[in-house]
């Protein structure tokens, strides 16, 4: 069964560098989100993106961060200046068509992301 | 923010025992997905409600979403130890379909 797939599982980084992290769709899925989880607390949602561009985004959105899909088949996050607070598990979501009946996400496993 | 309010927010039982997990809303959503999440995994999909009233069964598993489309509720029926796991639902509002999570329901289930 296709699935999500995500890259890496766990990335380690400094305060203040750039972190990318990588995604795999469901191949024949044309909506795409990522999501994040801190730890203890609910999942919550960053950005949706369809047509090579972003349809809406959160607040947590801000200019550090930035998606792309830059060719068939990866979604990428990218944050730009990371923060301690930006620590958290990252899952990227990938949904077939619209409408009600079809708005059934499917996740990636995860990666989490570790700011010392 | 709206919010999705699941209850309870921890659940132990014994093997062989019925259990339901709710989800309210004052929202309404275009759908409602219920999730289930082990321990630094990705949410795995296990149902989406769509219709107003609309009841699914997943084996042992029963998922209800209300007539007016903002609560529901997952019952399972004879629980096995099988079933421990964090259960998470989530509702789809917006033209693109965002999610909006619950806070989740740990379930324990005990020989």
């Known amino acids: 069964e296709p699935e999500v797939t995500q890259t890496p599982s766990h990335q380690v980084t400094q305060m203040g560098q750039e972190v990318i992290l990588r995604c795999v769709p469901i191949s024949n899925h044309l909506y795409f989100y990522w999501y994040r989880q801190i730890l203890g607390q609910k999942v919550e949602f960053l950005v949706s993106f369809y047509n090579n561009e972003i349809s809406e985004k959160s607040e947590i959105f801000d200019d550090q961060f930035s998606v792309e899909r830059p060719d068939g088949s990866n979604f990428t996050l990218k944050i730009r200046s990371t923060k301690l607070e930006d620590s958290a598990m990252y899952f990227c979501a990938s949904r077939k068509l619209a409408g009600a009946s079809t708005d059934t996400q499917y996740f990636g496993p995860g990666t989490r992301l570790t700011v010392l | 923010t709206q919010l999705l309010e699941q209850s309870p927010q921890f659940l132990s039982i014994q093997e062989g025992e019925n259990l339901t997990v709710y989800c309210n809303s004052s929202s309404v959503f275009s759908s409602l997905q219920w999730y289930r999440q082990e321990p630094g995994e990705g949410p795995v999909l296990l149902v989406t409600?769509?219709?107003?009233?609309e009841v699914k069964k997943l084996k042992r598993l029963t998922f209800q979403f209300g007539d007016a489309r903002k609560d529901s509720s997952l019952h399972i029926t004879a629980a096995q130890p099988g079933d421990t796991g964090l259960y998470l639902c989530?509702?789809?509002?917006?033209?693109?379909?965002?999610?909006?999570f619950g806070a989740g329901t740990q379930v324990v289930v005990t020989p």
């Open positions: 409600v769509v219709t107003g009233g």
């Open positions: 989530a509702g789809a509002r917006g033209s693109w379909g965002k999610l909006q």
